[in-house]
């Protein structure tokens, strides 16, 4: 039986669209990552609405009771130390930068605080309301012309650094915490729930011939765009799976819930059987039941899921990386739980297209029972996120060397020199 200290353990946190979950974890002695407990608390309609909270108070009572359960499936009591809360929204914005610093040394030699310093110039000024949620490096740059992997000892009279800054709203995300702060967890530290997703499922082979990822979930679709080392694009739509049901509502004139959101979750259920294209649901209404055949409910379906992978595929080319670094199409959360995501991802990207979550990494062992899932990518990956920040720089090359997410050759510089 392992044992561990609060201040060895992780709690995440996701406060959704559909779910409320807690996920307390902690490395073992080779590393890997242990989930030691797991809550989840269904949310209902007009709680959270496109990844903003509407609703504080049922959202607060949700989290204490995801909390309950965590600790209980853990049989322990977690610390106010080491909590990582997932963010998303449009109010998630994100920009490059370019930070630069003049090499002081005698021997013009880069040192860690010239590293340090050029990665926080890189960070674009911001509005007053926002807040920065990270600071990715792409890459690094010696004397305007030569490129690097890591600068530190190299000889140059200046050092550029080209990073991916991501920032969010600072209201948005008090709000976010005030169900924290009401347990006692004063302070938390926010992560971008796309980065988290992409972490727990994203290859090392895929992040290096350059992949777009999307976690299609129920109120907001993130999407990023990878190339090694680093995040070229990142962003949020307004889009998710509930405007499945709201499209189904429309077109068949039925009540959004329970009607269309049953008739959402039979359909996809069926989707995974081999039975005729001519079958016909019957959804039980106030004016009787009404019959709906499998063939329209695929085409209004597929059709807004077509216009939502249509626009992040216009804003991804709006960059300028599209077309060069586009090699896959990575997809997870809620949403590619649809036999049909997958095909119609990949004619719109007209790249291969893979669903990730479906089974979870060898990274992660302990508690993991119903959560071999795509909808449970973003927790997953904010607890190895979590675990990855905690550990201090001497153990980080050691790290470095049994994980396999994208973000350990990203961040590696950067928290290295945030630690000076």
Not at 40 to 57: A, L, Q
């Amino acid at each position: 039986m392992l044992s561990f200290s609060k201040s060895e353990m992780v709690t995440a946190v996701e406060l959704g669209t559909s779910k409320v979950c807690v996920m307390i974890g902690a490395y073992d002695k080779s590393d890997d990552i242990t989930v030691l407990g797991y809550g989840e608390m269904p949310v209902g309609d007009g709680i959270v609405r496109k990844g903003v909270i509407e609703d504080v108070e049922k959202i607060s009572g949700l989290f204490k009771d995801a909390l309950e359960l965590a600790e209980a499936s853990a049989k322990i009591q977690v610390g106010q130390e080491n909590v990582f809360l997932g963010v998303s929204g449009q109010h998630v914005k994100s920009n490059m930068g370019i930070g630069s610093v003049t090499v002081a040394g005698i021997d013009s030699k880069i040192t860690e605080r010239d590293i340090a310093e050029a990665c926080s110039n890189a960070s674009v000024e911001r509005l007053p309301d926002d807040m920065e949620l990270d600071s990715i490096v792409n890459r690094y740059v010696l004397d305007g012309k030569r490129e690097c992997g890591n600068p530190l000892n190299q000889t140059a009279f200046k050092l550029d650094v080209h990073s991916h800054n991501i920032s969010c709203d600072r209201n948005v995300l008090e709000t976010f915490r005030t169900p924290l702060y009401e347990i006692g967890f004063e302070r938390s530290e926010p992560i971008f729930n796309g980065i988290a997703s992409a972490s727990a499922t994203v290859s090392d082979e895929e992040h290096e011939k350059g992949v777009v990822f999307l976690d299609y979930g129920a109120g907001v679709t993130e999407y990023l765009l990878l190339l090694s080392p680093g995040v070229l694009a990142s962003g949020v739509i307004p889009i998710g799976t509930d405007h499945l049901v709201s499209d189904l509502s429309v077109a068949f004139e039925l009540p959004v819930s329970p009607a269309c959101r049953g008739l959402l979750m039979e359909f996809a259920g069926d989707m995974r059987k081999d039975i005729p294209k001519n079958r016909i649901f019957e959804v039980k209404t106030s004016q009787g039941p009404r019959k709906i055949s499998f063939d329209n409910i695929e085409k209004v379906i597929s059709l807004r899921m077509r216009e939502m992978f249509e626009i992040i595929k216009d804003r991804l080319a709006a960059t300028g990386a599209l077309e060069t670094v586009g090699n896959s199409v990575v997809i997870t959360g809620g949403g590619a739980s649809f036999p049909m995501t997958e095909e119609l991802a990949g004619d719109v990207f007209g790249l291969p297209t893979r669903i990730a979550g479906k089974t979870i990494h060898e990274d992660f062992n302990g508690a993991l029972t119903n959560l071999e899932s795509p909808r449970y990518s973003t927790l997953l990956g904010l607890l190895k996120y979590g675990l990855m920040r905690t550990k201090q720089p001497t153990t980080l090359s050691k790290l470095d060397k049994s994980l396999t997410s994208f973000f350990k050759k990203a961040l590696k510089n950067t928290v290295k020199a945030i630690k000076i």
